[in-house]
């Protein structure tokens, strides 16, 4: 349910119109966080649908039908994660070209498999169509007792992140240079892309004791915003925390290719790291910042200095 | 989740790759039904997904993008209608061509909204994404006391309609021949295609009569062999039944453009009308049939003749 920030004015028009038939019985909230939240029994039930669509979300020449499959449930369970929800179960639309083998089914499918025995989500059914392009359409459900959501987040909050940030967008760029892979780093750049993991454990964890979370799919700045706006504060990212996070051997292979680490880190997507605001550090968590009050996200330097994240960059601030 | 014949091989093949993640606590059917079946609390949910594909599933030039937010919404609905369920919500994913304006995507909004509204069934999130040709996938949940399967089908059951086929087939040909349309018929199998109703409403009042039921998306005889061969049973489709329902005046209608009219009633898909298997009528319902030992469909004419469904057309028997 995050858009790049260009298709916010389609959401929005489309959440009006929507609007017209609200949400009835057992809908306890719609359009807007990382899934729905429906009352079931007892329960909270979190829902949500994802997109991996061939020239849009993936290429095939840097990945394979394998990793299509397990790329696609993964990406839609990790909203699942970022709400704190143990997976249900998923259905996934197919669609294939004309063309499309047995053996073409067959790879989307054990990818799937593979992702649904990792996290815990079984596929339990779906569709196929026509398409074309490749593209597996994939709604999950799970269930949580008490969603977290992105709007949580208070002044005094310290963020937090489970996983990595800018590696798969460093693996995503190694592979569009097809260049001989040389260190550990890149090998694993490269496999933070192909098999993200969609962190349902962690998830699972912060129920008590986050206020907000939502998962990196977009690159961290711009999900920080998605938070900040939520909540009505500011998030502050601190760079040399940033930095750290990578790792040495990590930010040496980024500039032996002649990139910037620290932009990587901020506006590189698809690692499906969990970003949370709490009061104290969630499990094999890493502090990369705090929450004030304000609005918007930026950037805090060693020395101080600061920018201010404007969608496509950031605007470093008098 | 009803493919076309020639995919059953791609389905029954990710049916066995996926199987490998067993369904955990929680669902209760999986792939192969209408919708998968999940336990929520004292509740049955089903839950299904479905595509509406540009090139595929519809042609922009015979019908408008409010049409095809309708539509989607529609078919994915009727799903539930069948398994008897009432909708909770749906999520929708839309892909959109990088030069879709604001225009299209309120259409399309509109056209869900309107369904939306008709049905009881609000949209309530998705995602946008950017893609080739225009797709609408949609998601949806309902609940049900006792979810309606295709396999409940007995020996000794009478067949029941409740709702229309043919018609969106007919009114569908007409659009592709570019005719001007003629007669009240003519417009009213215009508009089965353009603006088809789920049966939510009648799939609710068959709860406690009915043994299986289905929803006619591909064709009748198509959709009854998923019943026959879910149920290990024989569905007898009489065609002087289905000739009294589609009436003299449509009967005529179709014949004056050279169309064959039990032809369009047994393979013209997306009518989205309801075929039951029950001892007695369901409201609103015709009788086109009964059940009998044995498997496939055949269709038996007025003077006890009988042909065999074939997936593709009619072998009649000696």
């Known amino acids: 349910m995050k858009p790049p920030a260009g298709e916010r004015a389609a959401i929005a028009l489309l959440a009006r119109l929507l609007r017209a038939a609200p949400p009835g019985h057992g809908v306890e909230l719609g359009i807007g966080d990382d899934a729905a939240v429906l009352r079931a029994g007892a329960e909270r039930w979190v829902w949500t649908i994802d997109a991996c669509i061939e020239g849009v979300h993936f290429d095939l020449r840097y990945l394979d039908l394998v990793d299509v499959g397990y790329r696609s449930l993964m990406a839609a369970a ?46 339990i059914g779906g569709n196929l169509s026509r398409s074309t392009e490749i593209s597996v359409v994939t709604t999950v459900i799970g269930r949580a007792k008490r969603p977290l959501l992105r709007r949580g987040a208070r002044a005094g909050d310290d963020l937090y992140l489970v996983g990595e940030v800018g590696l798969a967008a460093f693996g995503l760029e190694l592979l569009r240079r097809q260049r001989r892979v040389q260190s550990a780093s890149e090998r ?82 698809e690692d499906y790291a969990l970003l949370i605001a709490a009061r104290r550090a969630p499990k094999r968590s890493t502090r990369i910042g705090r929450v004030e009050r304000g609005r918007g996200v930026v950037i805090e330097h060693a020395d101080g200095t600061r920018a201010r994240w404007t969608g496509g960059g950031f605007d470093h601030l008098r």
């Open 188 to 269: 694993s750049a490269i496999a933070a892309w192909r098999r993200p993991l969609a962190r349902i454990r962690d998830g699972l964890g912060l129920a008590r004791s986050a206020h907000a979370a939502i998962d990196v799919s977009d690159g961290l700045a711009g999900d920080a915003e998605h938070v900040a706006r939520a909540s009505g504060v500011r998030l502050v990212l601190e760079a040399s925390a940033l930095e750290a996070l990578l790792g040495s051997a990590m930010t040496r292979a980024m500039r032996h290719r002649g990139l910037d680490p620290l932009g990587l880190a901020l506006a590189g997507g």
């Open 78 to 123: 990790s909203d699942l994660a970022a709400m704190g929800a143990a997976p249900i179960g998923a259905l996934a639309e197919l669609g294939l070209p004309k063309a499309a083998t047995p053996r073409a089914v067959r790879a989307i499918g054990r990818g799937q498999a593979l992702a649904a025995k990792a996290i815990g989500c079984p596929v």
